[in-house]
């Protein structure tokens, strides 16, 4: 059975001060539920130490939201997989469309940024999604098709179910507007198929595909429902333990 999972992308949100009381106050919150999914933060490299102080990763895993395409040496400002894995978050979120978009991150990229992810064991939420146009030209399976194929299908199927996918159409992210649920499973599926062609069943059943884009309380369920739908990356939402509590008790 595959695992169910709701991921927050805090993005560049919180100063560590309120980043390390959010932390807490989700941690505080799992202690009373018992989620029917794990439950995982993603957070800036500055909170990732201090958050690992505050929190229990046996109920709530941690996880940084990129890490750099070298293991170390002379690239200022970067953050390396290994330095990441050396803070106790044990997750990283790879090519999110913000990281595409604004720091011009290829599949080439990734697919080095992925290699380093998993040799140093953190587990790589990796996300595709198309952009409005995409989606309108009808373009958008495709797309997402040519996102994995690039940047993951040189994987073994060892590694490459060490995976999470989030699909996140780009015009879904921070709008407001939400894929509907049957979009969501379409895609879903979709990527489930293509996995199986490559990977075989086995690898494709097991793999947990989550959705993010616009997910928030009142929608998940009927996100999570889908039979593709595995769990949410969520980023607004995740910056407030209540919403974000709202969305993993969706399951
Ligand atoms: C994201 O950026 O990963 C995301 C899903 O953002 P939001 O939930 O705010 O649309």
Same mark, same amino acid.
């Given at each position: 059975? +595959?695992? !169910?999972?709701?991921?927050? @992308? ?8 309120? $980043? /390390? $009381? ?5 941690? %505080? #919150? ?18 990732? #130490? ?5 929190? &229990? ?8 939201? *990129?890490?750099? &395409? ?27 469309? %913000? +990281? +595409? ?18 040799? @140093? ?8 999604? %198309?952009?409005?146009?995409? +989606? ?8 997402? !098709? ?12 060892? &590694? ?23 979009? #969501? ?14 990977? $075989?069943? !086995? ?18 369920? $009927? ?5 593709? /739908? ?9 910056? &407030?333990? %209540? ?5 993993? *008790?969706?399951?």
């Amino acid at each position: 059975m +595959r695992k !169910k999972i709701v991921a927050g @992308n805090w993005k560049m949100n919180t100063t560590l001060q309120e $980043g /390390v $009381g959010l932390a807490k106050d989700v941690n %505080e #919150a799992l202690k009373k539920v018992q989620p029917k999914c794990d439950v995982v933060i993603c957070v800036p490299f500055t909170h990732l #130490a201090p958050v690992n102080d505050v929190i &229990d990763q046996s109920k709530l895993g941690l996880g940084a939201e *990129n890490c750099a &395409d070298h293991d170390k040496g002379a690239y200022t400002g970067e953050v390396s997989a290994p330095m990441v894995a050396s803070t106790g978050a044990t997750y990283v979120i790879l090519g999110h469309s %913000e +990281r +595409r978009q604004y720091y011009g991150e290829t599949s080439d990229t990734l697919k080095t940024k992925v290699n380093l992810a998993l040799q @140093n064991n953190l587990t790589p939420i990796f996300c595709i999604g %198309e952009v409005l146009e995409q +989606r309108e030209n009808g373009t958008y399976l495709d797309v997402v !098709k040519s996102q994995i194929e690039e940047a993951l299908f040189g994987l073994s199927a060892d &590694d490459f179910s060490k995976l999470i996918l989030a699909y996140e159409p780009v015009w879904a992210i921070g709008t407001g507007k939400t894929a509907t649920d049957d979009q #969501a499973q379409e895609m879903h599926a979709f990527i489930r198929d293509v996995i199986e062609k490559q990977y $075989g069943k !086995k690898v494709s059943e097991n793999i947990s595909i989550l959705y993010g884009g616009s997910c928030k309380p009142s929608n998940a369920a $009927g996100l999570f429902a889908k039979p593709d /739908v595995d769990g949410g990356l969520i980023g607004g939402a995740s910056l &407030d333990a %209540e919403s974000f509590m709202g969305i993993v *008790n969706a399951f």
